[in-house]
């Protein structure tokens, strides 16, 4: 399922309120399944419009099961380490739970699963926030926040039965619930596909972008080193590992000038008989 910004957000108002009321499999299974729903939208968010979505979040797709999508999503470092390991986690107690038809958060395996989840509880908040208290008793959300007059009321930070594993499942999801729809909101800009290649040249020509950045950032590195080693000297200091530093910077400088070397006339014999090949036609 693919969302803009805000839809997401209403997915999750609502689907929140479907988590309540839920047995503890109940619980599981539908907060297992938000979680891969949600997490489906983020990756979405960063593949360009010509890629078909049953292709890739199917059945069949290589997306198309919540553990190659936490992946996913942790390869392209769209989730935090954390993030990754605490969905694993509910992937592995949705794992559990579903195989018993009367499976509880209670029975030991579980419980001790739950009890290691850690996102709902460091960054737990209520989902009712009262409002700020006016001058004569009126409540509402103040436009300036510093106003002395307005008393804006703190909040308990502290997971409420914070030692019950169904409580601390059901906070888990909700954070991340949270989380995935605040890193989709800053995923990067979907990408659009590559222009195709169209002359021989042309792979190798981008391929040596990067062995190009590398030789700048050699020759850089290089000067700098060279600069420390003269200052040494120059105070009378040894230099023995400096110069033996540099040797091997200047051997590893020396074979990317080859590779490019070799590269761009490779290049430019392919890019020459292409041209040639053209006017004989």
Do not use: W
């Amino acid at each position: 399922m693919s969302f803009e910004g805000v839809e997401m957000q209403i997915f999750v108002d609502e689907f929140e309120k479907e988590l309540e009321g839920q047995s503890d499999r109940g619980l599981v299974i539908v907060g297992a399944a938000g979680l891969d729903v949600v997490l489906e939208g983020l990756l979405s968010a960063t593949l360009n419009d010509e890629v078909k979505r049953e292709a890739m979040f199917g059945p069949n797709g290589p997306l198309g099961e919540f553990s190659s999508r936490i992946k996913m999503a942790a390869g392209l470092g769209l989730i935090s380490r954390d993030e990754r390991r605490e969905l694993e986690l509910v992937r592995r107690i949705r794992n559990k739970t579903a195989h018993e038809v009367n499976a509880t958060l209670s029975t030991d395996a579980l419980r001790d699963l739950c009890m290691t989840l850690v996102l709902g509880r460091r960054l737990y908040a209520p989902k009712v926030i009262p409002l700020a208290e006016f001058p004569g008793g009126t409540r509402g959300i103040p436009h300036d926040f510093d106003d002395p007059r307005v008393v804006i009321p703190a909040v308990d930070l502290t997971l409420p039965d914070s030692s019950n594993p169904r409580s601390v499942f059901a906070a888990s999801v909700r954070v991340l619930l949270r989380i995935l729809v605040a890193r989709t909101a800053t995923a990067p800009d979907k990408k659009s596909p590559p222009a195709d290649f169209m002359h021989p040249e042309e792979p190798l020509e981008h391929s040596m972008t990067q062995v190009s950045s590398q030789l700048k950032r050699a020759e850089a590195l290089l000067e700098q080193m060279r600069q420390l080693r003269d200052r040494l000297q120059e105070n009378g200091r040894p230099v023995a590992e400096q110069n033996d530093d540099i040797s091997d910077l200047e051997a590893v400088s020396q074979k990317l000038k080859a590779m490019q070397q070799f590269a761009d006339y490779s290049n430019e014999v392919i890019r020459r008989s292409r041209r040639s090949n053209l006017e004989q036609q």
